[in-house]
C-alpha cells in the first residue's frame, strides 16, 4: 500500500511540475506572439524605430535589417499578416517560434506577393524578448 501512495505522490509532483514548466512556456509564447505581432504591425505602417525596437540591438543581422526596411519604406505599401504562429522551444538564452505570414503589395513596383514560412530565434535583452535572427524555410507565391 505505501508503494502505491509512493506511485501515485510521484504521479502528482510530475503533474505539477508539467503544468509549470507548460504555464511558463506560455507566457513565453505569448510575449514572443506579442513581438512578432508588433514587428509586423510597424513594418506595415512603415514605422522604422518601432520596427527596429522589436530586433536584439545585438543581433548580427540588425543593420542589414535596418538598410533593407529602409529602402522597402521608400519603395513599397505591404500588408502583412500572420498565418501561423507556432511556439516550439525555449532555453537559457534563446526561443524558438515557427512563423507562416503573408506579404501582399498594395502600392510600389513589381513585387512579389506571397506566403513566408520561417524558424525564428529570439533573445532577451533589458528583461524583453526580440528577434535574434531568422530563417526562411519556403516562399510560396500567391
Known amino acids: 500500500m ?3 501512495y509512493t506511485i501515485i ?10 503544468t509549470v514548466a507548460l504555464s511558463q512556456d506560455g507566457g513565453i509564447a505569448e510575449e514572443i506572439e506579442a513581438v512578432v505581432m508588433e514587428n509586423l504591425r510597424a513594418t506595415q505602417a512603415e514605422d522604422l524605430h518601432a520596427m527596429l525596437n522589436t530586433i536584439h540591438s545585438e543581433s548580427p543581422l540588425y543593420s542589414q535589417t535596418e538598410e ?4 522597402l ?3 513599397y505599401d505591404v500588408n502583412y499578416g500572420l498565418l501561423v504562429f507556432r511556439y516550439i522551444e525555449q532555453d537559457d ?3 524558438i517560434a515557427r512563423l507562416k505570414y503573408s506579404a501582399q503589395k498594395s502600392a510600389g513596383p513589381d513585387f512579389n506577393d506571397n506566403n513566408l514560412d520561417t524558424i525564428h530565434v529570439f ?4 528583461g524583453s524578448w526580440k528577434i535574434w ?3 526562411i524555410l519556403e516562399i510560396e507565391y500567391i
Open 2 to 4: 505505501k508503494k502505491y
Open 9 to 18: 505522490a510521484l504521479l502528482l509532483v510530475a503533474c505539477l511540475g508539467l
Open 68 to 71: 533593407m526596411a529602409t529602402v
Open 73 to 75: 519604406f521608400e519603395n
Open 93 to 95: 538564452e534563446y526561443a
Open 123 to 126: 533573445r532577451e535583452e533589458n
Open 133 to 135: 535572427s531568422m530563417a
